[in-house]
């Protein structure tokens, strides 16, 4: 069964302070994996994408890794500011004819002053 | 550039009531998707138009229905509303269809739909 699985689910940190969120899938065959960012009450909105080729990609603070092996993904930010106070998404998508999206539930991240 | 546009932005509606909600693409964007999102659930694939066909559609009932207009504008109707329906509502929109290819999506803010 393709699934998508984030930890944790909520998270409290210190602005300035680095965290790194986890991402795990089952879903097979693997096209490509994104990480989202959704504000409260907004749209996601998409931070990295990455292939099964790459196993780094990065957006500022963010930087997302892959291990396409083991099926594992991280979305690590650093100097966390209070604006990053938001849910971070994983999608994995699967091509099976037509294309399948997958969400992950989502972590839910805190940064306080 | 304009984003995509979903109206109206909040709705509260009465159980047994039906909504509509609408959603406005990136101009070019031939490709609309539909969502829920829920807390406990997170986001739910709905289905998606592309040229005014629906192309792909999640495991939702019958009571959630769709359509695409000529210009790529998008409907979602929900009729006979239930509590368990209060949810926000996403649209994206993509330049081709998911099944053609994953170009990525660019979310609406939703619509937040409360039914009482």
């Known amino acids: 069964k393709n699934q998508v699985e984030q930890s944790p689910q909520s998270l409290i940190i210190l602005e300035g302070k680095n965290c790194t969120l986890q991402c795990n899938y089952t879903v097979s065959p693997f096209s490509n994996l994104r990480w989202y960012k959704q504000d409260t009450g907004r749209g996601p909105v998409s931070l990295t994408i990455?292939?099964?080729?790459?196993n780094t990609k990065s957006n500022g603070r963010y930087t997302a890794t892959l291990d396409a092996d083991t099926k594992q993904s991280s979305l690590h930010i650093t100097a966390s500011q209070l604006s990053d106070s938001a849910s971070y998404i994983c999608?994995?998508?699967?091509?099976?004819?037509?294309?399948?999206?997958?969400f992950g539930a989502g972590t839910r991240l805190f940064v306080k002053a | 550039k304009a984003g995509v546009t979903q109206t109206p932005r909040y709705l509260i509606k009465t159980r047994g009531q039906q909504v509509t909600l609408s959603c406005s693409p990136i101009s070019g964007h031939r490709s609309v998707s539909w969502y829920q999102q829920t807390p406990g659930q997170g986001l739910q694939f709905l289905f998606e138009y592309f040229s005014e066909t629906q192309r792909n559609k999640g495991n939702f009932p019958g009571r959630f229905s769709g359509r695409q207009f000529s210009n790529s504008r998008s409907e979602m109707n929900v009729s006979t509303l239930e509590l368990g329906d209060s949810a926000l509502y996403l649209c994206?929109?993509?330049?081709?269809?998911?099944?053609?290819?994953?170009?990525?999506?660019?979310f609406g803010s939703g619509t937040r739909l409360t039914v009482v």
């Open positions: 999608v994995v998508s699967a091509w099976t004819g037509g294309f399948k999206t997958i």
């Open positions: 994206a929109s993509s330049p081709v269809t998911q099944q053609g290819g994953e170009n990525g999506y660019t």
């Open positions: 990455m292939t099964f080729s790459e």
